[in-house]
């Protein structure tokens, strides 16, 4: 079972990124997929998350700016981000919750975890 993350990059502040994570090894359409970061000396953080049916939950620090978009039929989940700050630079790791029907931001929910896409965003 992997998660492949990709789309990161370097950014100026204000411009927008797409990044996208590739399941295989089982399909993940009925897992919650969700998005956490881990910015320099900080702890990992949740970002979004999204069920199968397509309902998002996204943190306060991300609301309208960010949102999550998943293609059940080909594994793949996306996160869309727009309106990018300085604070936004981290890596960006996805995860899938295959207990879970309801998004969580909880990180111990979810069992499954990708390798994470570093998103630098200048000043």
């Known amino acids: 079972v992997q998660l492949q993350a990709s789309g990161g990059g370097l950014v100026q502040a204000g411009g927008s990124l797409t990044l996208s994570c590739a399941a295989s090894?089982?399909?993940?359409?009925?897992?919650?997929m969700g998005w956490f970061r881990q910015a320099p000396g900080k702890e990992r953080e949740f970002v979004a998350a999204?069920?199968?049916?397509?309902?998002?939950y996204c943190a306060d620090s991300v609301k309208g700016r960010f949102t999550a978009s998943r293609d059940n039929a080909k594994n793949t989940v996306s996160l869309l981000m727009n309106s990018l700050k300085p604070e936004d630079t981290a890596v960006y790791y996805c995860a899938a919750a295959s207990r879970m029907a309801i998004p969580t931001p909880n990180p111990w929910q979810y069992n499954y975890w990708g390798q994470g896409t570093l998103v630098t965003v200048s000043s």
């Open positions: 999204i069920s199968w049916s397509g309902s998002i």
């Open positions: 090894g089982r399909s993940f359409g009925s897992s919650v």
